[in-house]
């Protein structure tokens, strides 16, 4: 499998393994086409069951994570061979003229002749053939030489540390597509030690939600102002959670034993009076530690503490900024 085919296999079995949480958000979007035509308690348990499966969404972000890239059995692949001109129908198709009898009807009937030219025409029928099908394969053949070139290429370069080759590889995974459509953006830097840095803007105002929907005993909706209190504590998850993923699918995609991911959002900058998007978490995850983490069952924030952090919050005031961490900290000396 080339390069490309193995970015795509990988990236089926992320689809393949995706959380229930995710499951759950596919049957409830089918079902919004049906909102309608639902009674008003059928309306109000629906719009309970978004609420809750958009909060499950957001808090277990850090649950899923492609399939690591085993870049050195990549680079043990063995390089396609070429294919070679066979000529098997044009040999049989002229074994068959030499090798031709008439029979009884063709004699007496006189086709000998005409059957004679009839094979001789086959001959070049043949080797037209056997040309067309060497040419699909040469063309096959051109692809996976250019895929496993290309494969070998890159494995090289990670395995060798390649700053560039680490962001291509990052930028072909495509894995970070959920966190994006969830409204957050990443921007990837390479530093001079080697250690690599995902900045993750946020903007977790526009992910959590500001109310509570739930169903009151008579099975209609009930929509609250969400306290503050509990907006903070959901945004501390969620930036938690999103900083887990990424680290996750950084150290899944590249054979690095330690990856920073410093995460942004609009906090309030205390010398100017304005809201500035700032660091509010920068985490260094190192790969046996997060090997180490039940994943289903740990909360988020409380499993920064696992790794060196730099975080400030409180469930009052919520996030306030941080520095992010020194990557030079981190730098492997050789």
């Not at 629906?46 to 399939?67: F, P, Q, R, T």
């Amino acid at each position: 499998m080339g390069w490309k085919g193995t970015v795509r296999s990988l990236q089926a079995s992320a689809r393949r393994s995706e959380r229930n949480a995710h499951r759950r958000q596919r049957e409830l979007e089918k079902r919004q086409k049906e909102y309608a035509k639902m009674e008003a308690l059928e309306q109000a348990a629906y719009e309970v069951e978004v609420y809750e499966n958009h909060v499950d969404i957001i808090l277990s972000m850090h649950k899923e994570c492609a399939e690591a890239v085993k870049w050195k059995r990549l680079l043990s692949n063995p390089e396609p061979r070429q294919p070679l001109k066979s000529g098997t129908l044009e040999q049989e198709a002229t074994h068959a003229a030499a090798t031709y009898h008439p029979n009884f009807w063709a004699r007496l009937f006189k086709l000998e002749a005409r059957q004679r030219a009839a094979l001789k025409s086959k001959i070049g029928a043949a080797q037209a053939e056997d040309e067309r099908r060497y040419q699909a394969q040469l063309d096959e053949w051109k692809t996976a030489h250019t895929e496993w070139a290309e494969e070998r290429d890159i494995a090289i370069r990670i395995l060798d540390g390649d700053r560039q080759a680490k962001l291509d590889a990052i930028e072909a995974f495509e894995s970070f597509a959920e966190i994006s459509h969830l409204g957050s953006a990443i921007q990837m830097i390479v530093h001079e030690g080697g250690v690599l840095e995902a900045k993750v803007a946020i903007h977790g105002s526009d992910v959590i939600p500001t109310e509570i929907k739930s169903l009151l005993k008579s099975g209609k909706l009930s929509t609250k102002a969400m306290p503050a209190g509990r907006f903070n504590e959901l945004h501390q998850d969620y930036v938690c959670s999103c900083a887990l993923r990424v680290g996750r699918e950084l150290l899944a995609i590249l054979p690095d034993d330690l990856v920073i991911v410093t995460a942004l959002d609009n906090v309030l900058n205390s010398s100017t009076g304005h809201m500035e998007e700032q660091p509010i978490l920068s985490v260094a995850f190192s790969r046996p530690t997060v090997d180490g983490l039940n994943l289903e069952t740990i909360d988020p924030s409380d499993a920064m503490k696992n790794f060196v952090h730099n975080m400030s919050f409180k469930k009052g005031a919520g996030f306030s900024a941080v520095a992010a961490l020194d990557a030079r900290r981190f730098a492997v000396t050789v």
